[in-house]
């Protein structure tokens, strides 16, 4: 008997169904594999945050309004840098970006295996549910925390868009 079969809780994936019903398991592992792709070609930006703008995206308005980031800010940075092999500045650009980056390689590697062999990831279970909401409440609640105790997030540039004096 397989493991998976003696302790119903580790079923990771469900038996064989129609491809056709497996799509958006190859969708997520093509959306990882663009976002890996994209994050080894950018370069880590020296400020924790603001990568995402050599793609043309503009910046955060929290850290343009507020001069505070936002629960996103500097995730792309962290796994740009941790694509590069920088994880001391991957975990200073954002300290949940390389677990974060983790959970979801793991997630779209399995997708991808899922869709290839024809099974269908447990994604619908109550524990993978229960497991989603404490990753997304922890994001949060960090993202609260670090916006409420960063104040001066902004770069230089950032600050000279709306005017912020240079002495913060």
């Known amino acids: ?19 056709r ?3 958006g398991q190859a ?4 959306i990882w594999f663009g976002v890996t792709g994209i994050g080894a070609f950018l370069h880590p930006s020296s400020a ?18 507020f001069d505070r980031p ?3 800010c500097g995730l792309t940075t962290s796994w740009t840098a941790l694509l590069h092999g920088n994880l ?3 975990l200073h650009a954002h300290p949940l970006g390389p677990l974060m980056y983790l959970i979801f390689t793991t997630l779209a590697l399995m997708a991808g295996y899922g869709f290839l062999s024809g099974r269908r990831l447990r994604t619908y279970s109550d524990k993978f549910n229960r497991a989603s909401a ?9 993202g609260f925390f670090r916006f409420a105790t960063t104040p ?13 004096t240079s002495n913060r």
């Not at 969708?27 to 093509?30: E, H, V, Y």
């Open 1 to 19: 008997m397989a493991l998976s079969e003696a302790r119903p809780g580790l079923k990771v994936f469900d038996g064989a169904v129609p491809r």
């Open 134 to 142: 404490v990753v997304a409440a922890v994001f949060i609640a960090f």
């Open 48 to 65: 924790g945050h603001g990568t995402h703008e050599q793609l043309g995206l503009p910046p955060c308005p929290s850290v343009l309004l």
């Open 88 to 90: 001391p500045f991957a």
């Open 152 to 164: 001066h997030f902004a770069a230089r540039y950032e600050r000279e868009i709306f005017g912020y």
């Open 27 to 30: 969708f997520l592992f093509s």
């Open 70 to 72: 936002c629960p996103g």
């Open 21 to 23: 019903q497996l799509i």
